[in-house]
């Protein structure tokens, strides 16, 4: 498992392989309408992790926290 320990953005704690964390991302798609897709598929054509941050520090945000951020 070399190369795979990542580390929190905001506190820097180690995140090892097997343990939960959570990841802004930023992404370009395009939202494709097919048949077998009636209800929308999104195509990724660009994605870059933006924050990487272990448990306890993901915990203290939710999505509308981070929206009034982005603001």
């Known amino acids: 498992m070399i190369g795979?320990?990542?580390f929190c953005d905001l506190c820097?704690?180690?995140i090892l392989p097997g343990q939960k964390y959570g990841?802004?991302?930023?992404?370009?798609?395009?939202l494709l309408?097919?048949?077998?897709?009636?209800?929308g598929i999104?195509?990724?054509?660009?994605?870059e992790v933006v924050h990487t941050m272990c448990l306890e520090c993901a915990s203290k945000y939710n999505s509308q926290s981070i929206r009034e951020l982005l603001d």
């Open 42 to 47: 999104a195509e990724v054509h660009h994605s």
């Open 23 to 30: 990841v802004i991302t930023f992404n370009i798609e395009t």
């Open 33 to 39: 309408q097919t048949e077998e897709e009636p209800d």
């Open 4 to 6: 795979l320990t990542q």
């Open 12 to 14: 820097r704690k180690t």
